[in-house]
């Protein structure tokens, strides 16, 4: 049965659905031999499929989660030859980040090959929270919870904690679903706090323990959702 390229190209390890739209829009996938740029072409049993010009075949799925160091990027592509997260897993079979946790944030992300459960993690209509840790540069007050769950106007729209807290003078956590880019830090920064700090705690079910700055360690599907 036809299938987008994309959704194709996510089930086989090479991409998410998202950034497999962008390596097609980029001209780096071929069907047939042919370039394609259109996202949505679809594809059957039939098609012959190359990244890079490699031949993308069923892989096994796997699933590694990895406590992520400052200074690391999640891209599957660098032009800026920045230090990537992927060197920090296997490179055999290839994965690939789950969702965003900027250069300068630290703490939990999961890599895998895997793009139906990517799908499920990172569209918003799924709903997943993610908890974080933030230590900012002032003094917090109830006043800055109260603003964060009410919610704060972003380009994309009403930015909302689902959860806040203050943990301590410089430090709370924040839980959220909707995951913009740099979405804690505009936040904060509409209230005039600068993110000193930033951790990703946990992902749904996975919570970030015994995983020491820059290792990972290899987990189950099951362990995820």
């Known amino acids: 049965m036809p299938e987008r390229l994309a959704k194709f190209l996510a089930n086989h390890g090479i991409a998410s659905r998202r950034k497999a739209e962008e390596l097609i829009l980029a001209g780096q996938i071929k069907v047939n031999n042919k370039i394609i740029t ?3 072409t679809k594809v059957s049993a039939e098609d012959e499929i190359k990244f890079d010009n490699k031949i ?3 892989v096994d799925k796997v699933y590694y989660l990895l406590n992520k160091p400052v200074d690391y990027i999640c891209s ?3 032009p800026y030859n920045d230090k990537n997260v992927l060197a920090l897993v296997p490179k055999d079979p290839a994965v690939y980040p789950v969702g965003r946790l900027d250069k300068n944030s630290q703490g939990l992300l999961l890599l895998t090959n895997d793009g139906d459960l990517t799908y499920k993690l990172t569209h918003p209509k799924f709903k997943v929270s993610k908890k974080y840790l933030v230590r900012v540069d002032k ?3 109830n006043d800055v919870i109260k603003k964060l769950k009410t919610g704060i106007k972003l380009e994309e729209g009403l930015a909302k904690a689902d959860q806040a807290k ?4 410089f430090e709370l956590e924040i839980t959220l679903h909707q995951g913009w ?3 804690i830090r505009r936040m904060l920064e509409a209230l005039d706090f600068k993110v000193v700090e930033l951790t990703r705690l946990s992902e ?3 919570v970030l323990k ?3 700055i820059g290792e990972y360690k290899k987990i189950k599907k099951s362990d995820i959702i």
């Open 38 to 40: 259109e996202v949505a």
């Open 56 to 58: 993308v075949g069923d």
């Open 76 to 78: 599957v592509s660098d």
């Open 139 to 141: 003094v917090l007050d």
């Open 166 to 169: 203050i943990k301590n003078k």
């Open 181 to 183: 880019k740099r979405q």
């Open 204 to 206: 749904g079910k996975l």
């Open 210 to 212: 015994n995983i020491k």
